[in-house]
């Protein structure tokens, strides 16, 4: 597997703000050896106090149990996968209540996916985001962005009905190629409106240059993956902090 990763912060928080978007992905060896890309994104809820810890504690922690699933037990069922949630959550719980703050106050959204060496892939969302994965030519979407009723409105993990918005699937044959994951930052850029599809145009460039990449080139990658999200071009058509996980195989 091959993977990059960046985030940049929006030019709406340029003035003193901090990027609220977090993203960690790393290549994990399972119980039976194999190879699997594990990735989280999650986006602070601007309205939050504290949303960019909240982004940080999700990402961190969701990564971590499941990486730990992953190399003790195996690949992890829907109900595995959603104890782990569970758990998270409870961490930016007690953490707000250690600072006696609600467990809003830290609230973000929660993509993640695991991609298997074998064919096997999971995948979880809740809010809005994408996560995206390409077979050949042909770019698919996990699952529609949950932006609630009204703009700018989404679902988070620190909701109290968090579950209920909870996506989740487990596939145990897939043909996925590559695989991308994106906050809401670039939504406006990489999904097309009408049907609410992937933007090839978007994707198709970033994935032939990682495809092409070779393993030790990943952090020159990442580099420019940062440069890129912080081009005009890009800020332009969206002033909100971005994040993006690009993954292949090899």
Not at 22 to 45: E, P, W
Not at 205 to 234: E, K, T, Y
């Amino acid at each position: 597997m091959k993977v990059a990763v960046a985030r940049a912060i929006g030019v709406a928080h340029r003035d003193g703000g901090v990027c609220e978007d977090a993203a960690v992905a790393t290549c994990v060896r399972d119980l039976s050896g194999g190879i699997n890309l594990l990735a989280v994104v999650a986006d602070g809820a601007g309205s939050a106090q504290h949303g960019a810890i909240g982004a940080h504690i999700a990402t961190r922690m969701i990564h971590r149990l499941l990486a730990e699933h992953l190399v003790n037990f195996g690949f992890p069922t829907p109900v595995e996968i959603t104890t782990a949630i569970m758990a998270t959550r409870a961490a930016i719980t007690l953490t707000a209540k250690n600072f006696s703050l609600p467990t809003r106050a830290f609230a973000s959204t929660l993509l993640g996916a695991i991609l298997a060496d074998d064919g096997r892939i999971a995948a979880l969302q809740i809010g809005d985001g994408a996560i995206v994965c390409q077979t050949g030519e042909i770019l698919g979407l996990a699952f529609a962005p949950d932006n609630g009723r009204y703009a700018n409105e989404t679902h988070f993990l620190a909701d109290d009905d968090w579950i209920k918005h909870l996506r989740l699937l487990v596939q145990l044959q897939s043909r996925v190629d590559a695989l991308a994951l994106t906050t809401d930052g670039l939504q406006r850029l990489c999904l097309e409106t009408g049907p609410l599809i992937p933007y090839g145009p978007f994707f198709r460039p970033l994935f032939a240059q990682l495809q092409g990449s070779g393993p030790s080139d990943m952090p020159s990658v990442s580099h420019d993956l940062r440069v890129w999200l912080n081009a005009a071009a890009i800020n332009q058509r969206t002033e909100d902090d971005k994040a993006i996980v690009l993954a292949c195989r090899m």
